[in-house]
């Protein structure tokens, strides 16, 4: 068996081990309410928790929320937390804007779902147009679930099986996208459950920023769109090469390929989300998470030419299922908060208070990165800042890859849950939302400064 490195991303293994065991000890042991009451209450779920996600914190156990509120969170045993995991993005905007609070008890009292539109629809519909541009609209109630009807229209209008997608991406937990990349070859992800088809037969995997690819896969002639956030996320953040996203535009556009931008994650970059404050012109737009404030809701949109052409090849098909929509998609309290976020709380004033937190917080953890002499850099798109440890720039999903340190990232995520700070636990995301204070992106930059001195020092 091969002998595990002594250093892990400049961090010597010993201190990383004393420092992981005496974290996990002491969030355990300052807790005994939640043990308490997840040792009585948790067997009724699978493997204890009600969606297996919430095993993936690095604690030695889940935390049991007793309220949340702007940027704070409260545990059952009372302890404040300053929340710059925010739901990994649904909370974008902090917990339970008001306009939103209202809207819930407004609409809770005019009735939850009848499968018609709502005044609120209309205006949503005008409001989504005007902050994200001219599209045509639908809503969903997650991104994955827009992402994947989004796909099942760029096939139909082009005729064509494939999309193409770049390795290490996440659009959800659509299935033609769980690719990546094994020896230049398209190959389903390890660790899919339940996956009996071959992905590669509908799905292309190519690495971010290596147009050269985009372009080969193209020419085949098989390509009904491409999936693609502006900026990877989800994992150890990727930003665009300069003019890569004119060449993915120009390409797509000359093979007759569908552009396809999910903004779910980079709606942290300004009013319109990733697409407007950069000016890129996909043919379809998909965001979800927070844009309903929190509730929950997706919307994905079109544009004219485009929906021209899916309304003329739908009206041509047999009648039955599409294998579009749900149930309690485009529900009425989707449509309430929708119209509450987009007139109340997503705001160029929340978004310029997000905007100098954020480089206020990039630019702190990047001074404790450089006084402690770690090989790790600081990502920042919008609200959402991301350290990451290795070198930087990243280019693509395999550097990404590699670029990953579970357990110095799992043993950091504790140690910092114990000073009062919660960050993402699948990588190490962090949004400041409207309602984050100085005060509180100090008390991570200094909790962060702390873990380094402990591991480095």
Request: proline residues 6%; charged residues 20%; glycine residues 8%.
């Amino acid at each position: 068996m091969p002998k595990k490195p002594d250093l892990i991303a400049g961090v010597r293994r010993n201190r990383l081990e004393a420092m992981a065991t005496r974290e996990a000890r002491r969030y355990a042991r300052s807790r005994p309410r939640t043990r308490a009451a997840l040792a009585e209450g948790a067997a009724a779920w699978l493997d204890g928790v009600p969606m297996h996600w919430m095993k993936d914190w690095p604690m030695p156990h889940p935390m049991l929320v007793a309220r949340a509120t702007g940027a704070r969170l409260t545990d059952i045993d009372g302890f404040g937390i300053d929340d710059f995991c925010l739901g990994d993005t649904g909370s974008m905007f902090g917990h339970s804007p008001a306009p939103v609070a209202r809207a819930i008890r407004r609409q809770a009292r005019r009735g939850l779902t009848f499968m018609l539109p709502t005044e609120d629809a209309l205006e949503a519909g005008r409001l989504l147009t005007g902050r994200f541009g001219a599209f045509r609209w639908q809503v969903a109630t997650t991104a994955t679930d827009a992402n994947r009807f989004a796909l099942r229209v760029a096939r139909a209008v082009t005729g064509r099986p494939r999309v193409l997608v770049f390795n290490g991406c996440y659009h959800g937990t659509v299935d033609d996208i769980f690719v990546t990349l094994r020896n230049g070859k398209t190959v389903n992800r390890p660790g899919l459950l339940g996956q009996v088809a071959d992905l590669s037969l509908v799905a292309t995997a190519v690495e971010f920023n290596d147009i050269a690819a985009v372009e080969a896969a193209l020419k085949t002639g098989e390509i009904a769109a491409i999936l693609t956030e502006p900026v990877m996320t989800n994992s150890c953040m990727v930003l665009p090469d300069p003019g890569f996203h004119r060449a993915l535009r120009d390409l797509s556009r000359q093979h007759g390929t569908v552009l396809i931008i999910d903004e779910t994650h980079t709606i942290s970059s300004g009013p319109g989300g990733y697409t407007r404050v950069h000016g890129l012109e996909p043919d379809m737009f998909v965001v979800g998470k927070c844009v309903a404030g929190g509730m929950p809701a997706a919307v994905w949109g079109m544009t004219d030419a485009l929906a021209d052409r899916y309304l003329a090849v739908n009206a041509g098909r047999d009648p039955g299922h599409s294998g579009m929509g749900t149930t309690l998609s485009a529900n009425p309290m989707q449509f309430a908060c929708l119209r509450a976020t987009l007139e109340e709380v997503m705001t160029e004033a929340a978004y310029a208070h997000m905007e100098q937190g954020a480089a206020r917080l990039a630019a702190g953890l990047a001074a404790v990165i450089a006084a402690h002499h770690a090989p790790w850099h600081v990502v920042r798109v919008g609200a959402r800042v991301e350290f990451i440890c290795a070198p930087g720039p990243l280019r693509n999903g395999s550097d990404a890859a590699q670029a990953h340190q579970p357990d110095l990232e799992a043993a950091i995520h504790t140690a910092l849950l114990n000073r009062g700070c919660l960050i993402a636990p699948f990588h190490n995301m962090m949004l400041v939302s409207p309602a984050t204070k100085k005060r509180q992106i100090d008390r991570l930059i200094a909790a962060f400064d702390e873990i380094l001195t402990d591991l480095l020092d």
